[in-house]
Structures are given as structure tokens and as C-alpha cells.
């Protein structure tokens, strides 16, 4: 499974490399809808493409983002302010005798310091991180569909929600982030052959046993350890990563677009390294193919999925 991804964030890039167009009022959507106080979770790279507006739609997006930021700033020097607080008053129990209470708030008043600056350090950084562009399960990002036949780029999250299908199943199935292939015509059925996505990614990263990545048995009385690896094709390029997407909508609640990658038998490469599924990056010349699926045609579809692009995917522990 594709439990996170480094992702290309950045829509002007989308509209160089494939004449996309952008789906601004989608964009504005979700961020109006977090600046009134959803909880979408948007990685700061998806904010960071708004930086220099060159319309009025984009100007309104940028408007949208500077709100949310700004009420964030104002939230986290509160508790800036509450942490010093208790830290000052931690730090002058102890002088006068020290306690076990008086050391535990000491210990996370200063935690908590740190924590805060960090995030009003990023909320305020303009350079660009690497973790900028990450995205993990219930996280969005932008994915290009066909629309009229146009590419369009649309922000979703990273946990499919299959149209007419109950919230609840965010609960019940919380792995659909990933669509097995071999459950394409069955769970995911309402989607393959209708709406297809394609989300751009550089790198992808995956729980692992340490011990199957050792290639060795766990040892008897050994508690075996999960570690994180990242995966990146080599030579180093934007992947194609084919996705199921859907529109949820129900009375009284706020559309919802939420995708979900496909992920196949591992390469060996993978395999050997611990894990047991792959994303599948499709080729740029089947890209508007996938993107206009006919479900009368299914066989067309596996053909695209097999066809694939095939690059090695070499692997390090994650930072």
C-alpha cells in the first residue's frame, strides 16, 4: 500500500508539462470551506502554488489561504503565550523544591515550545521543504482528470469515498486510499471504467518489517520493528500514478472529492526490500486514454495498467 507520497503540488507546472487547466473554483471551495473550519488537511505546498496570484480567482484563493493562516498564527501565539506561562511557573517551583509534577510540566510546557514555534515557523517560512509536498491518508492533493475534454486539475483527498456510499465508510474502510487492482471490478467496480485520475508523484514511502527488509527471519524472543522506507524510480522522474476518483455528495453536507491510488504486485526491486504492493505509474502516451475510460472495454484498461511504466526503485530508510 502507498501510505504516503512525495507529490508534484505546484499547478503551473501541470499546466506546462500537459496543458491542464486549473479548477479554481474547486480550490476555492476547499480553502473557504477550512478557512469556516473543516478539518481538510492540506499539505503547504498546495498553498505555497497561490503565492503569486495572477487572476482574480487566484487572488480570491490567496485570500482563503492568508485567512486561515492568519487566525492559525493568532491560535498558536496564544498557546505560545499559555506554554512560557506555565513553563515560568514550573521553573520557579523547582527552585524552590523540586517535585515530580513541577519537572513533568517543566518537561512538557518546553515540548510544547517547541512544537509551536516549529509550526508558526513553517506557516511563516517562504523557501520550500521536501515534506512541503507530502501527503498521507486523508490528506489532499491535486489530481488531473477529463473534463469535457480538457485535463483539469482538482484538489482531493487521499482516502476514496465512493459516491452513495455512507461517511461512516471512511471508518469501516479506512485503506481505501489504495485500490487493489485485483478488486477493480469488485469493491472499486462503480469506479474503474467511469472516473479515472492521475495523481503526479516523485517518490512513494512504505511500512516495512525491518527484519524482511534484512531479508531474515525475526529471531526468537525478537520484537520485530516497522520502519519507513522512500522509494524513488531511478532515473529520477514525475511518475504518472493511476488513480479511481469520486464526487460524493449527500443532503446538508459539503461535496466531498476524494481518490485513491491503484497499487499492483510489487516489482522485485520492492519486494526484496519488504513490501508487498506498487503504485502503478502509467506511460505519458496512454495518459489521456486512462483519463477517458469506456467501461464497455475493461480489457483496454488492464492493457494501460500492464503497459506500464517500469523504472528501478531504489530505497533508503526515511528521514
Same mark, same amino acid.
Given at each position: 500500500?502507498?501510505?504516503?507520497?512525495?507529490?508534484? =503540488?505546484?499547478? $503551473?507546472?501541470?499546466?506546462?508539462?500537459?496543458?491542464? +487547466?486549473?479548477?479554481?473554483?474547486?480550490?476555492? *471551495?476547499? /480553502?473557504?470551506?477550512?478557512?469556516?473550519?473543516?478539518?481538510?488537511?492540506?499539505?503547504?505546498?498546495?498553498?505555497?502554488?497561490?503565492?503569486?496570484?495572477?487572476s482574480d480567482a487566484e487572488?480570491?484563493?490567496?485570500a482563503l489561504i492568508d485567512?486561515?493562516?492568519?487566525?492559525?498564527?493568532?491560535?498558536?501565539?496564544?498557546?505560545?503565550?499559555?506554554?512560557?506561562?506555565?513553563?515560568?511557573?514550573?521553573?520557579?517551583?523547582?527552585?524552590?523544591?523540586?517535585?515530580?509534577?513541577?519537572?513533568?510540566?517543566?518537561?512538557?510546557?518546553?515540548?510544547?515550545? =517547541?512544537?509551536? $514555534?516549529?509550526?508558526?515557523?513553517?506557516?511563516?517560512? +517562504?523557501?520550500?521543504?521536501?515534506?512541503?509536498? *507530502?501527503? /498521507?491518508?486523508?490528506?489532499?492533493?491535486?489530481?488531473?482528470?477529463?473534463?469535457?475534454?480538457?485535463?483539469?486539475?482538482?484538489?482531493?483527498?487521499?482516502?476514496?469515498?465512493?459516491?452513495?456510499?455512507?461517511?461512516?465508510?471512511?471508518?469501516?474502510?479506512?485503506?481505501?486510499?489504495?485500490?487493489?487492482?485485483?478488486?477493480?471490478?469488485?469493491?472499486?467496480?462503480?469506479?474503474?471504467?467511469?472516473?479515472?485520475?492521475?495523481?503526479?508523484?516523485?517518490?512513494?514511502?512504505?511500512?516495512v518489517s525491518r527484519a524482511?527488509?534484512?531479508?531474515?527471519?525475526? =529471531?526468537?524472543?525478537?520484537?520485530?520493528?516497522?520502519?519507513?522506507?522512500?522509494?524513488?524510480?531511478?532515473?529520477?522522474?514525475?511518475?504518472?500514478?493511476?488513480?479511481?476518483?469520486?464526487?460524493?455528495?449527500?443532503?446538508?453536507?459539503?461535496?466531498?472529492?476524494?481518490?485513491?491510488?491503484?497499487?499492483?504486485?510489487?516489482?522485485?526491486?520492492?519486494?526484496?526490500?519488504?513490501?508487498?504492493?506498487?503504485?502503478?505509474?502509467?506511460?505519458?502516451?496512454?495518459?489521456?486514454?486512462?483519463?477517458?475510460?469506456?467501461?464497455?472495454?475493461?480489457?483496454?484498461?488492464?492493457?494501460?495498467?500492464?503497459?506500464?511504466?517500469?523504472?528501478?526503485?531504489?530505497?533508503?530508510?526515511?528521514?
Open positions: 500500500m502507498c501510505y504516503s507520497a512525495q507529490i508534484q =503540488a505546484d499547478y $503551473r507546472k501541470f499546466v506546462r508539462m500537459f496543458g491542464a +487547466t486549473m479548477s479554481l473554483k474547486e480550490f476555492a *471551495r476547499l /480553502f473557504f470551506e477550512r478557512a469556516e473550519g473543516s478539518k481538510a488537511k492540506i499539505p503547504k505546498a498546495m498553498e505555497d502554488a497561490f503565492s503569486e496570484p495572477q487572488r480570491e484563493v490567496k485567512r486561515f493562516n492568519a487566525e492559525q498564527v493568532a491560535k498558536l501565539e496564544q498557546d505560545l503565550f499559555k506554554q512560557r506561562t506555565r513553563l515560568a511557573d514550573a521553573e520557579r517551583s523547582l527552585q524552590t523544591k523540586v517535585t515530580k509534577a513541577a519537572a513533568e510540566s517543566q518537561r512538557i510546557a518546553t515540548d510544547k515550545i =517547541a512544537w509551536t $514555534r516549529g509550526k508558526l515557523d513553517d506557516i511563516q517560512r +517562504t523557501e520550500p521543504k521536501a515534506p512541503d509536498s *507530502r501527503i /498521507f491518508p486523508g490528506h489532499y492533493a491535486p489530481v488531473m482528470v477529463m473534463e469535457n475534454g480538457q485535463r483539469v486539475i482538482k484538489p482531493m483527498r487521499y482516502q476514496c469515498r465512493i459516491a452513495g456510499k455512507p461517511a461512516s465508510y471512511d471508518v469501516k474502510f479506512p485503506g481505501t486510499y489504495n485500490a487493489r487492482r485485483d478488486s477493480l471490478e469488485g469493491f472499486w467496480k462503480p469506479l474503474f471504467g467511469y472516473s479515472h485520475g492521475i495523481l503526479v508523484v516523485n517518490a512513494f514511502y512504505e511500512n524482511k527488509m534484512e531479508g531474515r527471519n525475526v =529471531a526468537k524472543g525478537e520484537r520485530d520493528e516497522n520502519v519507513v522506507l522512500e522509494f524513488r524510480p531511478n532515473p529520477a522522474h514525475d511518475m504518472l500514478v493511476a488513480c479511481l476518483w469520486s464526487r460524493w455528495s449527500a443532503p446538508g453536507e459539503p461535496d466531498l472529492l476524494s481518490f485513491a491510488a491503484i497499487t499492483d504486485e510489487p516489482p522485485p526491486e520492492i519486494s526484496a526490500a519488504g513490501h508487498d504492493r506498487c503504485v502503478i505509474p502509467i506511460k505519458p502516451e496512454n495518459l489521456d486514454a486512462w483519463l477517458n475510460p469506456n467501461a464497455s472495454d475493461l480489457a483496454a484498461l488492464y492493457a494501460i495498467l500492464d503497459d506500464r511504466d517500469r523504472p528501478y526503485y531504489e530505497h533508503r530508510l526515511a528521514a
